[in-house]
């Protein structure tokens, strides 16, 4: 069984910065999509980011709100995907969940963030950005 445990989140100010990390143990599919979701209160959860390694190759996606300032990265040898989060508004405030793809999935990374293929979910961690 996979387990996703993130960490990172917190309160920070406009224009500030977090980083947040996904230590995914044991997750080690040559096919793979990985990313990050968020929610905010009273909204419908969203893919924010994706990284997805098939073969030799990996590639990165985001959605159009979070492009040029938020980044998503990859540990191999750790098994951990980070998240940096730039330039923060007070929109970014949502709880941010790390997902992961199940074995050997074929999927491009905008219908993982759309939510196709996901088999694992972390239990979340708040990011909060203040006016």
């Known amino acids: 069984q996979v387990q996703l445990v993130e960490s990172g989140g917190g309160s920070v100010q406009a224009g500030g910065s977090l980083r947040l990390s996904c230590e995914a143990p044991?997750?080690?599919?040559?096919?793979?999509?990985m990313g990050w979701f968020r929610q905010a209160p009273g909204k419908a959860r969203e893919g924010v980011a994706a990284?997805?390694?098939?073969?030799?190759?990996?590639?990165?996606y985001y959605v159009d709100s979070v492009k040029g300032r938020f980044t998503i990265s990859q540990d191999n040898a750790k098994n951990t995907v980070d998240l940096q989060l730039n330039s923060l508004q007070p929109e970014d405030t949502a709880m941010y969940y790390c997902?992961?793809?199940?074995?050997?999935?074929?999927?491009?990374?905008?219908?993982?963030?759309?939510?196709?293929?996901?088999?694992?979910w972390g239990q979340g961690t708040q990011v909060t950005v203040s006016s």
């Open positions: 044991g997750y080690t599919y040559d096919s793979r999509c």
């Open positions: 997902a992961a793809s199940r074995s050997g999935a074929v999927v491009t990374a905008y219908a993982f963030l759309g939510g196709s293929a996901i088999a694992y």
């Open positions: 990284i997805c390694a098939g073969g030799r190759s990996t590639y990165t």
